[in-house]
């Protein structure tokens, strides 16, 4: 996988994230794991290449070198979208990125943590309740 490291490099380097913020969003404990993925010094495995490439929204053929063009988004070949993955991007938005805003103000953190757990009350109830309303029927 000779391409595969520098493909990391671009990808990431598209979003305008540091290799920490990068490894956090993986849910890798180390980011010297990340780091020698980039440097070409160890490959993932195929589990989180998967994960890595729902990440950057390209397919495992691109990261890998299989393919040369980076158009296939996985995200877009989701026939049944799912509102649970679209919140829990939201709270990765929340929690990773810098400079966040609300209403063109700096956000604060407590508001962030507001929100977050707000989230995570919304998806828990209507979790509840679909699973009430699908056995009723």
Known sequence: MPKLSHRLTILREQKGWTKAETARRLGLNAVSTYGNW???IREPDIEMLR?????????VDYLIG??????????EI???????????????????????????????PEVVKFIDDTIIFLLNQAQ??????RKGN
């Open 38 to 40: 980039e440097y070409g």
């Open 78 to 108: 989701e026939k049944h979208p799912d509102i649970a993955k679209t919140l829990e991007q939201i709270r990765q938005d929340l929690r990773f990125e810098e400079n966040m805003r609300l209403d063109a103000k700096p956000i604060r």
């Open 51 to 59: 994960h890595i490439s729902m990440l950057f929204d390209v397919s």
């Open 66 to 75: 299989q393919k040369n063009d980076s158009d296939y988004k996985p995200s």
């Open 128 to 133: 509840s309740l679909n699973t009430e309303l």
